[in-house]
């Protein structure tokens, strides 16, 4: 019938732990709606898809897919859903139609890729999960949906191994097998040896176990050694393209996918987002705040313009679009992140807005100031608590420091 699950041509690699939770999710009491939440290029729609074959038994009705990704109005919606479920329109407005369609079946329905239409698929699933008591929702979208009784379960990367890892851990990680299996499917003599390890294992370190990178970096090995597509990754996202024919565009290269992502912003979301490409590693709030805000140049007064107090709630909001990550320093503070592969691509953004130069001065400004404080802090009873700031803080001193050197400026006391 319409809607059924799509098939894929190549093999399902992992996951086993995020299988379980989910199955175990979804045939929990209570819980009707689950929304796979994460960045782009995460594989959100394939987990969707193995989830749906493991409890598309134990449903009266089965599974109906909807595809979402091709709709340009949210209107269309409630009529995508109807064709997948395979109702014929009675004539009058599908979304009237749904609602008896789905009044008594058992079933699980997956809305995969909600995020340009995420006000029309929030209220829509809140309509029908209210009508349809035996009814379950699963959504992939890279932010939740919102509604009452929503569980956002964000799809982490695939597992990825230490920096320096055994043969055992390599060989058993779910991003290092997807790289091998890809990569021997371009090119049959492939084959993880003690020569080509290390640079399997940089590969998926520097694209953070994100599925689709791993799979357009395995898909240059047909042209490249495995430490050539380890160096270029390093200088350039373009590496990460030539996807499967008939695959998305914006699963075609690494950057549509940021692209989807990117145009899905506010304008206001899109400056913040392109200045903390500064940062190196973790950072607080504390320094977005500062940093950002002072980031824009001239045009401080203009369509630039990031005040300090807004920054909060446009850094939650980059949260919830999947494209900032939030962790946890010593105790309950959040600290954010972006993922490497999404930092460069922010950063590139960036250079193009002409904000580079000032970005680095006031990334610089704020560190060397930390720099100056923790020296004093270092000193009295506070010791502790500025090593831990210090600690967390690495990566971005260094940054300055970098900056500090190309630029000359000694007399920023950071060194």
Sequence with gaps: MAGT??????????????LAELTALLGADGTRLVTLTGPGGVGKTRLAAQVALAVQSTLEDGVCWVALDGLSDPQQLPGAVLNGLGVASSGGPPAQALLPALATRHLLLILDNCEHLLAAAAELTDRLLRAAPSLQILATSRERLNVSGERAWLVPGMAVPQAVATGDEVLTTDAVQLFVERA??????FQLTAETAAAVIAICRQVDGLPLAVELAAARSHS??????AARLRERLDVLSGGRRGAPTRQQTLRATFDWSHDLLTAREKVLFRRLAIFQGRFTLE??????????????????????????????SLVDKSLVTVERADGDEATYRLLELIRRYAYEQLAVADELDASREAHLSFYADL?????????????????????????????????????????????
Excluded at 224 to 229: C, D, K, R, S, T
């Design 184 to 189: 021997a499917a371009m090119r049959p003599s």
């Design 287 to 316: 320094a977005a705040e500062a940093v950002c805000s002072q980031a824009g140049g001239d045009d401080q007064n203009g369509e630039s313009s990031l005040h300090s107090e807004a920054i909060l709630d446009l850094l939650g």
């Design 224 to 229: 490249l050694g495995v430490e050539q597509i």
């Design 5 to 18: 699950i799509p098939t894929s041509l190549s093999s399902f690699i992992g996951r086993t732990q995020e």
């Design 371 to 415: 720099v100056r404080s923790a020296r004093e802090g270092l000193k009295g009873a506070e010791q502790r608590a500025w090593v831990q700031t210090l600690t967390l803080a690495q990566a971005n001193v260094y940054a300055a420091l970098r900056t500090a050197i190309e630029l000359g400026r000694t007399e920023a006391g950071i060194a």
